[in-house]
């Protein structure tokens, strides 16, 4: 089967500036995670959807982070306007129906750079 | 609340001798504890879970965990290390039942030295 896949690989901006990250899960998946992943640490939950609901978002940063999945498929998330602490890689994964007891599916992420 | 700690910011270890990579966990109630090791520049892959039964997991690539329920600890096991074990591992718990989101720990660099 195909892998979660996410684009672009890698993303330079300046401070302010707003980015947005794509991720299409593991067909058929209808849990998807997106992380955050500064270095020298674990990945960080951001938001956990459900087909195109929300399950969890308490760990978004809801000032300047966004993320949508319209249609329970594709996720996009967005920074706007980005700071120099949102260096990092962004990782996009996914789970058949999101139990606990499921691991997750990763893609290989965005890395971000914030100059 | 729940927690992971992973002690060991690096393993070193000589290829063909045994290998092991600590964690402990906190949460309250069960826990579904997990691992992933992720290679440069690459996304998390999955190795092994305990979710309930034997205490001694086996996973992906000759790996396994023992499950101790009274230390809290899940730690990481193979028997005879190889260079391209190395890699990043990370421990990961769950609380059990529903969809509880998953904390991961920082991360143990492992090495292995040919």
């Known amino acids: 089967e195909a892998g979660v896949a996410q684009s672009p690989r890698y993303k330079i901006i300046e401070k302010r500036q707003s980015v947005a990250f794509w991720c299409n899960p593991i067909?058929?998946?209808?849990?998807l995670y997106w992380y955050q992943q500064i270095l020298g640490q674990g990945p960080k939950l951001l938001i956990q959807?459900?087909?195109?609901?929300?399950?969890?978002d308490s760990q978004l940063p809801k000032d300047r982070f966004s993320a949508e999945r319209l249609k329970g498929v594709d996720s996009t998330l967005k920074i706007q306007p980005a700071k120099l602490e949102d260096s990092a890689v962004y990782l996009c994964a996914s789970s058949p129906d999101g139990y606990s007891n499921q691991p997750q599916h990763f893609g290989d992420g965005t890395r971000l750079s914030i100059l | 609340a729940q927690s992971v700690a992973q002690p060991e910011d690096q393993v070193n270890v000589a290829e063909g001798n045994p290998l092991t990579v600590k964690c402990t966990y906190s949460?309250?109630?069960?826990?579904?504890l997990f691992w992933y090791v992720q290679y440069p520049n690459r996304g998390l892959q999955f190795l092994l879970k305990y979710i309930t039964g034997d205490n001694l997991v086996k996973g992906s690539y000759g790996f396994e965990a023992e499950f101790n329920k009274s230390q809290t600890s899940f730690h990481l096991k193979k028997p005879s290390a190889l260079v391209s074990d190395s890699a990043l591992y990370f421990c990961?718990?769950?609380?059990?039942?529903?969809?509880?989101?998953?904390?991961f720990g920082r991360g143990t660099s492992l090495i292995v030295h040919p």
């Open positions: 959807f459900q087909n195109n609901g929300v399950v969890d």
């Open positions: 067909s058929g998946h209808a849990t």
């Open positions: 990961a718990v769950r609380i059990s039942g529903g969809s509880y989101i998953p904390t």
């Open positions: 949460v309250s109630g069960n826990p579904y």
